[in-house]
């Protein structure tokens, strides 16, 4: 006989189906269906073909449009003006503010003060407020307040949530009109300095920078370096004097971007450059002057015990604007930019396995005469047959030039590289207000797509003959000079004599 627990499901399915079948009560009237006009059916969309393999996969031809600078250009007085890019989308505010002015040493000994006097801005604090105090505050709101005094500019930049932008902006002035150079946090920094000193040399790619540097450049005051000693001797009267004049320039430029309405910005930075009152410096500040070369090529060499020589292969180049930075940049990209797709890199690293990376530049300055440049780093035992291969693709690419595909893969991977530039609004403002510093046309970056289409393959091994030249190359190595025989005649350089003075 049947237990409850098995009668259970058949009673349970026969009431179900009891109740679904019942037939409607006398009492109330059966519904009866109303006739529904059936929608028209609608053509189905053929479902797209799906390409057997990725390579089959066409993506649609990308044409860079270049942003315009005057689109985001406002002028708020003479000699002031700049870049709003407005971005609603966080409530954040970005505003870096660029002056022009030399803030170069008038001698040797002011080198260390000079070189702490754009920190100190922020971090002596100033306008009634500690440096402490400051600290919290900025800490407190989650803002920021940087400042900076290079050899052509001094700048200070705010980052703040756009509620604290008012308040921000008057903070910055307050701090920057009236600096108070903290004597104690003046301490710290120079415990710093001096670490950094001590420490300079730490690395191999360090002193290779120093290397470079010293054989390729004559003694100029931009490249000064200071002692320990000089760093331990700075006081605040030394940067309070060469802080004179600093955010005083007569040309303004600034970068503007994130949470703000433009006209209200413009009005709102009209009044806060109208309040802006620092006096000019008492004495007129040393006027930078252009690198310039010694001219002496040559293998040279630091001594160090290291298993993997470090290597930099340096010529002169030009100063922009010039009609060879553009085919120049072509050439270098297909020789040893371009990563993988490379000459240098195929046949040095990925042929022979001699170095993880190698890489060629063509240098981009608008103030100096910058260089061309072949860098890797090789085991000490084939660094010279690195070399030999290194310079057997430049004079092949100098007398054969590039196929077509490198020229092809080489503008549109140049090109395809702009976009990158302005990936946020803060980088639009600031780029676009650095190039007016340097003078930029409005038109650069039109200009610069078009430049680099109209290279052609003649003018590439013309620039790499003109510019990659082994006869006109410093060749600068960091090494076991025990072990680096077999590159040839050699100058061994001094570690302690690569500082500049």
Not at 129 to 158: K, P, Q, R
Not at 302 to 318: E, G, H, L, R, T
Not at 344 to 362: F, P
Not at 381 to 392: G, H, N, Q, V, W
Request: with cysteine; aromatic share 8%; net charge negative.
């Amino acid at each position: 006989m049947p237990n409850v627990r098995e009668l259970l499901p058949i009673l349970l399915g026969g009431m179900l189906a009891a109740c679904s079948s019942a037939p409607v009560p006398e009492t109330e009237t059966a519904a009866q269906p109303v006739p529904v006009a059936e929608p028209a059916a609608k053509p189905v969309a053929e479902a797209p073909s799906v390409p057997a393999s990725y390579k089959d996969v066409v993506f649609p031809e990308f044409r860079y449009v270049a942003p315009i600078p005057a689109d985001y250009r406002v002028q708020i007085a003479d000699g002031i003006s700049g870049y709003v890019v407005s971005d609603r989308s966080l409530p954040l505010v970005h505003l870096t503010v660029f002056f022009e002015e030399s803030n170069l040493p008038a001698t040797v000994k002011d080198e260390a003060a000079s070189e702490m006097v754009g920190s100190m801005f922020r971090r002596g604090a100033g306008g009634g407020m500690t440096a402490n105090a400051l600290d919290d505050s900025l800490e407190f709101i989650s803002a920021s307040l940087s400042t900076s005094a290079g050899t052509f500019l001094a700048s200070f930049g705010i980052n703040c949530l756009s509620k604290d932008y008012t308040s921000m902006l008057e903070l910055a002035k307050k701090v920057l009109t009236a600096p108070a150079f903290d004597k104690d946090q003046l301490e710290i920094m120079k415990a710093n300095y001096v670490t950094a000193y001590e420490r300079r040399y730490d690395t191999p790619a360090k002193v290779l920078s120093a290397l470079k540097s010293k054989v390729n450049y004559a003694p100029n005051a931009r490249l000064w370096d200071a002692t320990a000693d000089e760093y331990k001797k700075v006081s605040v009267a030394d940067v309070k004097r060469l802080a004179e004049g600093v955010y005083s320039s007569g040309r303004i430029v600034f970068a503007l971007s994130g949470d703000v309405d433009r006209d209200s910005a413009v009005t709102q930075l009209k009044e806060f450059f109208a309040g802006w009152k620092v006096p000019a410096p008492k004495a007129a500040k040393p006027v930078p002057q252009p690198l310039s070369f010694i001219r002496k090529p040559g293998i040279y060499v630091v001594d160090k015990d290291i298993s993997q020589a470090n290597i930099s292969m340096s010529q002169p180049f030009v100063r922009r604007p010039h009609p060879d930075y553009y085919p120049t940049a072509v050439a270098s990209f297909i020789l040893g930019g371009g990563s993988f797709t490379s000459r240098l890199m195929n046949r040095v690293r990925s042929d022979e396995g001699l170095a993880y990376s190698i890489y060629s530049t063509a240098g981009n300055d608008y103030r100096d005469t910058a260089m061309t440049t072949i860098a890797l780093q090789t085991k000490v035992e084939s660094a010279d047959y690195a070399l030999k291969l290194i310079f057997e693709e430049v004079e092949k690419l100098a007398k054969d030039g590039p196929t077509p595909e490198e020229l092809e893969q080489a503008k549109k991977a140049i090109v395809e590289s702009l976009p990158s530039l302005f990936d946020s609004p803060d980088a639009v403002a600031q780029i676009f207000a650095k190039d007016e510093l340097l003078g930029k046309k409005q038109s650069h970056y039109v200009d610069f797509v078009n430049e680099v289409n109209a290279v052609t393959a003649e003018q590439v091994k013309a620039m790499v003959a003109k510019y990659f030249d082994k006869s006109k190359m410093t060749i600068s190595v960091v090494g076991p000079v025990a072990k680096l025989e077999k590159l040839g005649p050699f100058t061994v350089v001094p570690l302690d004599s690569l500082d500049f003075r």
